[in-house]
């Protein structure tokens, strides 16, 4: 194909792309040094109605080095419609810390599980992916750093790097095999490139890309997790607080819940000063007390700390992007605290029983939900994970004491009592969402609310023993 006729085609490819805004793309370029990623990506650039396209070359920032690895690459996954470019990305991390050995063999293949996990969710959100590997064999590499190096209009371009990356050449190229193996997919194919001149290589690369915008995109079905439908054996889940236990008496409630309060601001000030980032999800069911229950929480902390963040209906902006990005991007930095006012479980509970989201969706989210936590664990985050309880009879009064009160009124909608008429639905979610979503650091603790203060006194004291568990450990 003539260049002129491919690079009109792979413009109206794109500009289809984003009018129709069903997909997004990611290009992702990695392999060897000096194979002119760079000036590629730089020419594909021309070539393309750049509005849409994003390019990133990534050095982690401080901000990033302060949340879980995989939060610098969520918030710049782009929206539907749009292409991102990445110049190494998740490969290139990988790749040249094993290369240096800052990464062990068994932290390696960790890395690589990671990253099948991370194209598998977007391919199923609609993310279309394709991965090129730079080749060049190691006399034509060094021919060309040298050429490089004579040229003074071109010298600039090298770095101590790339003559590190060219005694290193057999281990690059083995663990690319490697790396190749392990995280080819039909939902996120690699293609191999060998070192060529500049035209016929922008040729190439041109071409693949339109190839992956008009081609159909793997079906999400091709990475869902298979998941039984029968609901396992429920964990055992940790409750907190007396259940059954009379009404607790204002006077008592209030001491408690200032020594209580006065525990959770000591303990909030040394994850502070240990660097030490907080989650804490509120799940429960309507009119269960998760705001004043919240509350009483952030009372006790610097507002400088903590973020409350109110899940709701997904906004336009969220829309367009996976799933999970609402949530990776509202993670916190370390020594900071992100208070989840409904979750990332919303896609087991309350989308599963509307059927606001397909089963394979939801379904596929106890795998991904897992992965999620586990990722906050081995940033070193602590995780508390509340579910708070209500019976049929305590939210029916509740309800019933909203609309008969002008200043809570607002507080009760139809979709409340729409909620109630699926109560059973509800508890099946629930059950299942424990079963599947219980595991070591990202335990559920059920707190009883018919009484409204002994709950929150459970749930301060819960997020105090995570806390205090947390700072008596010697790691």
């Keep these: 194909m003539k260049t002129a006729t491919l690079r009109a085609r792979l413009l109206e490819a ?37 509005r849409h396209t ?40 990988a790749l040249f810390a094993r290369a240096e050995r800052r990464l062990s063999p068994g932290a390696f293949r960790d890395r690589l599980a990671e990253i099948r996990a991370f194209e598998a969710e977007l391919a199923a959100e609609g993310v279309v992916l394709l991965k090129l590997w730079m080749d060049i064999d190691r006399p034509a590499q060094r021919r060309h750093l040298q050429a490089l190096q004579a040229d003074p209009a071109r010298a600039w371009q090298l770095s101590a790097t790339d003559w590190q990356r060219h005694l290193q050449h057999a281990a ?32 190439r690369v041109g071409a693949l890309l339109h190839e992956t915008l008009v081609a159909p ?21 940790r409750h907190a607080g007396p259940r059954g236990a009379a009404p607790l008496k204002k006077s008592d409630y209030a001491e408690r819940l200032v020594e209580a309060q006065g525990r959770l601001a000591i303990n909030a000030r040394e994850m502070a000063r240990r660097r030490i980032p907080v989650v804490l999800a509120f799940e429960g069911l309507d009119a269960a007390g998760k705001g004043g229950s919240i509350h009483r929480v952030t009372a006790s902390l610097d507002a400088r700390q903590y973020r409350v963040h109110r899940i ?4 336009d902006e969220e829309l367009a992007l996976p799933w999970a990005w609402r949530f990776w991007r509202r993670l916190p930095a370390d020594g900071r605290i992100a208070i989840f006012d409904r979750s990332w479980y919303g896609r087991v509970l309350v989308e599963r029983v509307e059927g606001l989201a397909p089963e394979s969706a939801w379904r596929r989210a106890y795998a991904e939900i897992r992965e999620f936590e586990r990722q906050l664990l081995a940033h070193g985050a602590v995780l508390g994970k509340l579910f708070l309880a209500i019976s049929q009879e305590e939210q029916l009064r509740r309800f019933e004491a ?66 205090e568990m947390r700072l008596a450990s010697p790691h």
């Excluded at 002119?36 to 020419?43: D, F, I, M």
């Excluded at 709701?312 to 906004?315: G, H």
């Excluded at 009592?417 to 424990?434: K, L, V």
Aim: net charge neutral.
């Design 312 to 315: 709701a209906a997904p906004s």
């Design 217 to 237: 995109p793997a079906r999400p079905a091709e990475v869902t997790e298979s998941v039984p439908c029968e609901t396992p054996a429920p964990p055992s889940i």
């Design 14 to 50: 794109q500009l289809d792309l984003a009018r129709l805004q069903e997909r997004a793309v990611m290009l992702l370029l990695t392999g060897h040094a000096v194979t002119r990623k760079g000036r590629l990506v730089n020419e594909l650039n021309h070539w393309l109605e750049n």
């Design 54 to 93: 994003e390019v990133h070359a990534l050095a982690p920032s401080s901000e990033e080095r302060e949340r879980p690895y995989w939060w610098r690459f969520w918030r710049r996954v782009p929206d539907r419609g749009r292409i991102g470019i990445f110049i190494h990305g998740w490969y290139g991390d």
């Design 172 to 203: 690059i190229a083995a663990l690319g095999r490697e790396m190749r193996d392990a995280t080819a997919a039909d939902h996120a194919p690699w293609r191999r490139l060998a070192f060529q001149d500049p035209a016929p290589q922008l040729q």
């Design 402 to 467: 909203r609309a008969a009160t002008p200043h809570k009124r607002h507080k009760l909608t139809d979709e409340d009592w729409r909620n109630r008429e699926r109560w059973e639905d509800y508890e099946r979610a629930i059950d299942e969402m424990f079963a599947r979503t219980q595991s070591p650091g990202a335990e559920w603790t059920l707190i009883a609310c018919d009484d409204k203060r002994r709950a929150r006194l459970a749930v301060i004291e819960e997020v105090n023993r995570r806390l």
